[in-house]
């Protein structure tokens, strides 16, 4: 009976995975934000190691933009504040994540320790289009 049980269990909640893993060291995960009722999977995420063995992600989020998905409502969602600089990407984040990201976007001042956030607007018909760009470091 005890091994059925935890085979329930088991089914239930799935392994977690190097995007969720990515995803709770950026503070992105929608288990770190609950009662928000909408949450953005990334379209890319990769976990690593800096060269002192501490943890890195390196996430990328694609907003087609109109009125169900952009940037505005993706920085609400994870209050992260709109206003920044133009700043060059990391070269390693650049280099982690699968194809071809800008050289720099807009570094915007997020407060959360060891998170860079990345916004690049991108054109098109659709308002609020644009790509999210993250590299979190931690412990």
């Known amino acids: 009976m005890w091994w059925g049980a935890a085979e329930m269990r088991r089914s ?7 995007y969720d893993r990515a995803e709770r060291l ?5 288990k770190q934000h609950p009662g928000k009722g909408r949450y953005y999977i990334p379209t890319a995420a990769t976990l690593s190691r800096a060269a002192d063995g ?3 992600a390196y996430l990328h989020y694609g907003m087609a933009g109109g009125d169900y998905a952009d940037v505005d409502d ?11 600089s133009v700043a060059p990407l990391p070269q390693d984040l650049r280099s982690a994540l699968p194809g071809d990201e800008p050289a720099e976007g807009l570094l915007l001042p997020d407060g959360q320790a060891g998170r860079q956030t990345f916004v ?9 289009a644009g790509d ?5 470091t931690g412990t």
């Open 12 to 18: 239930f909640d799935p392994p977690e995975t190097d």
């Open 26 to 30: 950026a503070g992105l995960h929608d």
């Open 54 to 56: 501490s943890p890195v």
């Open 74 to 84: 993706f920085l609400h969602t994870y209050n992260v504040p709109k206003a920044g």
């Open 120 to 128: 690049v607007i991108r054109p098109s018909d659709s308002e609020g």
């Open 132 to 136: 999210v760009y993250v590299r979190a």
